[in-house]
């Protein structure tokens, strides 16, 4: 696994970029020597680049960036894999298949996202909300009561909020404070009761039913957020792109930036993540929320292992079994 070691020599510490693998049984080892002054940001770059051709030249491809803690050479391998696959079963199909298959995938993501939440609106059910989702717009337009509650407005905010999330994608947009202000203005579109906290970072103090932890107080979120941004910034060549991901999910729930819709939020913006890097959109099932709740008092407590882990093993089981039999 690549990592940034130090080493003694003659009295005095210096620093190196190593991976060590397997060649028929025999352990092999490389590294780039970076001298006494622990390495950049951008020296640890190009020394990954340099250490990755050096071990290709033995056949052998170093799949884990230098600041990851967490992803193993043997799960990049298998995440390289799942990845690999998404995009064979995509080229796969004809535009219309394809564009049905993100439609189910979408609507999934809508349905449990939600669902995790407290809604109890199901996967038909969203998918008839989605589909007819300009003309509950057009009703809404015109005054006419439409009966449409809380559970099928927040269907339809977050199949907005994927359709703008998409235009940030085409661009590859960078994360910023604006992208996530404007998203989470889209989230809380028509809620009841929260018109005055859509969009903006709480400005009240917030608290999770059961839970021990202690948010930041409302102060100190819009700094936390800059400095969550910016950790994405700095890091984000240097980080495995789905240890990056979960890391920054737990990050911000820990932070707890917003009024309502931190949850989905989070899980929108591991999802932009993950795709900018060209890893699969992936679900967190419902069925799996108490163990993902787990990894996220975990995360909390700056432990962030568990859901990246956690992470890891859904997007290998989520992406192998879309392929299709032979």
């Given amino acids: 696994m690549c990592r940034l070691i130090k080493r003694k020599v003659k009295g005095g510490e210096y620093f190196y970029l190593e991976e060590s693998f397997k060649i028929k049984n025999k352990w092999v080892k490389e590294s780039v020597y970076f001298g006494a002054q622990k390495p950049s940001n951008e020296e640890l770059l190009k020394a990954f680049s340099e250490l990755n051709k050096k071990c290709l030249k033995k056949g052998h491809e170093v799949l884990v960036l230098p600041l990851t803690e967490f ?6 391998a298998k995440l390289k894999t799942a990845k690999e696959n998404k995009k064979h079963l995509l080229n796969s ?8 298959f993100i439609k189910r995938e979408r609507i999934t993501f809508i349905t449990e ?3 995790i939440e407290g809604s109890t609106l199901t996967y038909s059910a969203t998918e008839r909300i989605v589909d007819q989702e300009e003309h509950f717009k057009r009703l809404k337009r015109t005054e006419i ?3 449409t509650n809380r559970e099928e407005q927040e269907a339809i905010n977050l199949n907005d909020c994927l359709t703008q999330y998409d235009h940030y994608l085409k661009k590859r947009a960078a994360i910023t404070n604006e992208m996530i202000l404007h998203l989470h203005y889209i989230l809380l579109n028509k809620i009841s009761d929260y018109e005055k906290y859509q969009g903006i970072y709480r400005p009240v103090q917030v608290y999770i039913t ?3 932890h202690e948010f930041p107080i409302p102060q100190e979120v819009p700094g936390l957020m800059k400095q969550l941004i910016d950790w994405y910034t700095k890091n984000h060549n240097l980080i495995h792109p789905v240890e990056l991901s979960a890391k920054f999910h737990t990050k911000f729930t820990t ?3 917003f009024a309502d819709g931190n949850g989905r939020m989070a899980r ?9 890097e060209e890893y699969p959109f992936t679900n967190i099932p419902l069925k799996k929320r108490s163990s993902y709740m787990k990894t996220q008092a975990e995360g909390n407590e700056q432990n962030h292992k568990p859901f990246t882990n956690f992470l890891t093993k859904e997007i290998i089981q989520q992406h192998t079994k879309d392929l299709p039999k032979h």
């Fill in 145 to 147: 009561i439409t009966g």
């Fill in 113 to 115: 996202s939600n669902a």
């Fill in 268 to 276: 929108l913006l591991m999802n932009y993540i993950l795709q900018t």
């Fill in 93 to 100: 199909m004809t535009p219309q298949q394809k564009e049905d």
């Fill in 210 to 212: 059961g839970s021990m």
């Fill in 255 to 257: 932070i707890h930036p």
């Fill in 71 to 76: 992803v193993t050479q043997a799960q990049a």
